[in-house]
């Protein structure tokens, strides 16, 4: 079957614009989760839904990003006002139910440039 | 907080020699422990998973215990292959926290 999906692919701006990078799970997936990979900060968790309970946004890394999930399926992470250190690939996973032992599918990733 | 630390890279092999991966963490509670894999231009995978202590992990010859009282979860191959040449991440998640915790990565690289 169909494996989570994320586009754009790439994304190059300019600092100081707005972005939009999007993710579909696996359908049926209630877990859905952000993730960003850069050089110098390795893998680090951004935030994650959950069905219809509140998303835990601790790993926010500032108030210029936020995401959403619209009927518990597509997911949308919006970075605004864009700095040359929000450059990184975005990575969106799911998983069945979110529990501590299940697998997180991974997208391929969207990769952002910032100028 | 939680944290994976995992065995600085690169390392490069010749095929059929043995690999070691460390990974040690530091965790409130007891979690799960997870390889993931990342192949050139692909994106990350999981190789194996372990939920509770003594478990072992398996998959496409790679192994990893759940070591409890060393806190680690070294991942190990007999006889490497060059189609294993990836970067490995060691990973974990506790059950308060659903998110994955990940180690630095390990660049692996495997010589014919």
């Known amino acids: 079957g169909a494996g989570v999906s994320q586009s754009p692919s790439n994304k190059v701006t300019e600092k100081g614009k707005d972005v939009e990078l999007r993710c579909d799970p696996i359908s049926g997936h209630t877990a859905l989760y952000w993730y960003r990979q850069s050089l110098g900060q390795g893998l680090e968790f951004l935030i994650y839904?959950?069905?219809?309970?509140?998303?835990?946004k601790s790993g926010l890394p500032s108030d210029r990003f936020s995401a959403e999930r619209t009927g518990g399926s597509v997911s949308t992470l919006t970075i605004q006002r864009t700095q040359q250190e929000d450059s990184a690939v975005y990575l969106c996973?799911?998983?069945?139910?979110?529990?501590?032992?299940?697998?997180?599918?991974f997208g391929p990733g969207t990769r952002l440039t910032v100028l | 907080g939680d944290s994976v630390t995992q065995m600085e890279g690169p390392v490069t092999l010749s095929e059929e020699a043995c690999l070691t991966i460390n990974c040690t963490y530091t965790a409130t509670g007891y979690p799960s422990l997870f390889w993931y894999v990342q192949y050139p231009g692909e994106g990350l995978q999981l190789l194996l998973k372990?939920?509770?202590?003594?478990d072992k992990g398996s998959n496409k010859g790679f192994e990893a215990t759940y070591r409890k009282e060393t806190t680690s979860f070294h991942l190990e191959k007999g006889s490497v292959q060059v189609s294993d040449s990836a970067v490995y991440f060691c990973?974990?998640?506790?059950?308060?926290?659903?998110?994955?915790?990940f180690g630095s990565g390990t660049q692996l690289t495997v010589l014919p």
């Open positions: 996973a799911s998983s069945s139910q979110g529990l501590a032992g299940d697998e997180q599918f």
């Open positions: 839904f959950q069905g219809n309970s509140a998303p835990d």
């Open positions: 372990a939920t509770k202590a003594d």
């Open positions: 990973a974990l998640m506790t059950g308060s926290a659903r998110q994955l915790t």
